[in-house]
């Protein structure tokens, strides 16, 4: 049975965009402004323009390249961010460096990902992923370097050695941190597609949003963005599930605890 406070919560959740809708349905049924048309043509075109024949043509494209550069980007910050977490010495080695490519605004890296590989999909995969790693990378440190010292000498007396240490005492225990950050580099990598979909593609769905644009198709435009944001909650939404089912656990023992 569900607590009367998250009752609340969801239904503030459905109401709060709701109101938004019909406050801008409201409001540009009354208007004649170009820019901002009527609700009823947004849906129209989203379900006639979106839906159907481009999924395979622009949405499929767009979220491979999402998901690609998402999942590579993973790969790579939770392991290399293992290995700094565990050795003091090699974090502060490469601080300087990571703290560096992470000041750069993720667009900068554009041109020299297309200069380098063209404008297929691996210069925007590669683009998603380097702007996504720093996120999980620094989130994976923090996850490991902050294991209680308490567990590893427990873990060490029972005998467990480094790589059982590894699976089944840090990683865990590093895993809400990690997922901070996966979080927040799915953001980033919607973001960066969208991005450099608009500069260099010849589908997806920026670059049907970046047509519309051009050819003052308005509705497309404004649906192109619907579907844009659709498509980001989506996978948030996904990846929330992910964690509550890995974390499980982890939830159990902090409400054991308090």
């Not at 159907?52 to 392991?79: C, E, H, M, Q």
């Not at 490991?144 to 699976?167: E, F, K, N, Q």
């Not at 089912?245 to 308090?258: E, F, I, P, T």
Request: contains cysteine; charged residues 15%; glycine residues 10%.
């Amino acid at each position: 049975m569900r607590r009367p406070g998250s009752i609340l919560l969801i239904a503030l959740e459905v109401l709060t965009p709701s109101l938004l809708i019909g406050a801008y349905a409201l409001w540009a049924g009354g208007q004649n402004n170009f820019f901002f048309p009527p609700l009823g043509k947004i849906l129209e075109e989203f379900a006639e323009g979106w839906i159907g024949a481009r999924f395979l043509s622009d949405i499929w494209p767009s979220l491979w390249r999402t998901l690609a550069g998402f999942a590579l980007s993973a790969a790579l910050a939770v392991s290399l961010g293992t290995v700094l977490g565990l050795s003091r010495r090699t974090r502060l080695a490469v601080t300087p460096l990571v703290e560096f490519f992470r000041a750069l605004p993720p667009p900068a890296l554009l041109p020299l990902t297309l200069l380098v590989l063209g404008v297929g999909d691996s210069a925007k995969v590669l683009l998603i992923a380097l702007v996504c790693v720093f996120p999980i990378l620094l989130n994976t440190i923090a996850g490991v370097s902050g294991i209680d010292p308490t567990l590893r000498d427990t873990a060490r007396m029972y005998g467990i050695g480094r790589r059982d240490m590894l699976v089944h005492v840090i990683l865990p225990g590093a895993l809400p941190s990690i997922f901070a950050g996966l979080r927040t580099s799915l953001s980033l990598a919607v973001i960066m597609m969208v991005i450099s979909e608009f500069v260099a593609a010849s589908n997806g769905i920026g670059f049907g949003i970046w047509k519309a644009k051009r050819m003052f198709d308005i509705p497309s435009m404004w649906a192109g963005i619907l579907l844009l944001g659709l498509l980001g909650y989506a996978l948030n939404m996904a990846l929330i599930l992910i964690q509550h089912r890995v974390l499980r656990w982890h939830r159990s023992a902090r409400r054991a605890a308090h």
